[in-house]
């Protein structure tokens, strides 16, 4: 079955750390995109990427970089210039249209 | 820009019927959409309304758009406790970068 994998699930990141969260599809989507929600928030774009080898940053980039090397692959990396990086990240693909996202079932990082 | 705003709560009691309401800012040609959030995972598209379009019934599903006041409603009939989730709104321009801008989320509580 075709769909987006996400993992960790959970990730623990150590002060000063950079961490990468992996996402993975095989629906042959050209877009992807990475979230951030915090508790009764909604969601924050941080990075997207509509080809492969191009991404722009979204509303949040600063902290975090991608890289988009491959159509099926387009993984965060939050880096420790990101002062609070607590939250649950999703990871969002779609076709070259306006049908709306799929999206993976998210990686909850915790600072420790 | 683009803004989305929705309550942030309904409780209902088992069998009634949901609605969940949704206004948004913009005046274009736009998609709007609906996606389902259960707890720690991603969101589900659930379905999608073009601004042409007055109404869209899938299921229990019924996706009301009234354009003249920039108001979209979810009406789930016979609601259920599977159906307790975070529901949110989304808007994209079409033609656009077709990145969507998301409401908050409508916490659904059903009581049985």
């Known amino acids: 079955d075709g769909g987006i994998t996400q993992s960790p699930k959970y990730l623990f990141r150590k002060e000063g750390q950079n961490v990468t969260l992996s996402c993975e599809q095989n629906?042959?989507?050209?877009?992807m995109y990475w979230y951030r929600q915090d508790p009764g928030q909604g969601l924050r774009l941080i990075y997207y990427s509509q080809i492969v080898n191009d991404f722009q940053k979204g509303d949040i980039a600063e902290g975090y970089s991608v890289s988009r090397e491959k159509k099926e692959s387009f993984p965060l990396t939050v880096t420790s210039a990101q002062k609070n990086p607590t939250a649950f990240y999703l990871c969002?693909?779609?076709?070259?249209?306006?049908?709306?996202?799929?999206f993976g079932s998210g990686t909850r990082l915790t600072v420790v | 820009g683009e803004d989305v705003e929705q309550s942030l709560f309904l409780s209902v009691r088992e069998g009634d019927s949901s609605v969940i309401n949704c206004t948004y800012t913009?005046?274009?040609?736009?998609?709007l959409y609906w996606y389902k959030q259960e707890p720690g995972a991603g969101l589900q598209l659930l379905t999608y309304?073009?601004?042409?379009?007055d109404m869209k019934q899938d299921q229990r599903l019924t996706v009301l758009l009234n354009k003249k006041d920039k108001h979209l409603s979810l009406r789930i009939a016979d609601t259920q406790t599977g159906d307790s989730a975070i529901y949110f709104c989304a808007e994209a321009l079409s033609g656009g970068s077709y990145i969507p801008t998301f409401g908050r989320g409508t916490s659904l509580i059903v009581h049985p």
């Open positions: 913009d005046s274009s040609s736009t998609y």
């Open positions: 309304i073009f601004s042409n379009m």
């Open positions: 969002a693909s779609q076709t070259d249209s306006n049908y709306g996202y799929t």
């Open positions: 629906l042959n989507h050209d877009a």
